[in-house]
């Protein structure tokens, strides 16, 4: 195993144990599922998990998009006919997902993402059993804004999942 997977491999299990370790003893889950426990963080703990939410996406896609070259390797021509590249380390790092509705306000960086998240379990208690990290991971800048496009998103069958 190389160096920088190791690397790697110790970031992503370091996120996984802070966002772990971030776990108030008080937190409420209720029987409509991980909205009670997201209610019941504190901003500033909500705050925490999306960063580390976003930070964890962020480095595990690089680090998989990095490994396309490996298992996908070609040869010169770097371009095809239409001058598109061909690298695969660059063509999926082009497709991947991004989180960049970062707020400059420091008191609040992550405010699009939390306050989505906290909308969409306030105003559609019918699928609050739905857990916050996949909401989250609807979220991206591809993908859907708020938490009224989400709604509308799981009610067109966009968006499926078994909770």
Request: proline share 5%; net charge neutral; glycine share 6%.
């Amino acid at each position: 195993m190389s160096l920088q997977h190791r690397f790697s491999m110790l970031v992503a299990w370091s996120i996984i144990a802070a966002l772990s370790a971030c776990r108030h003893p008080d937190l409420r889950t209720t029987e409509d599922g991980k909205y009670g426990e997201w209610l019941s963080m504190s901003p500033s703990a909500r705050e925490s998990y999306v960063e580390g939410f976003t930070a964890g996406y962020s480095m595990g896609s690089i680090t998989a998009c990095n490994n396309a070259d490996r298992l996908f390797p070609t040869n010169p021509p770097l371009f095809d006919k239409a001058g598109n590249l061909q690298m695969p380390t660059l063509r999926c790092l082009e497709v991947r997902d991004h989180y960049s509705r970062i707020s400059q306000d420091h008191a609040s960086h992550y405010r699009s993402y939390t306050g989505a998240v906290t909308e969409f379990y306030e105003k559609f208690p019918k699928y609050r059993r739905i857990p916050y990290a996949y909401l989250l991971r609807y979220l991206s800048d591809k993908q859907y804004g708020s938490a009224d496009q989400l709604c509308q998103a799981f009610d067109r069958g966009e968006i499926q999942g078994t909770f």
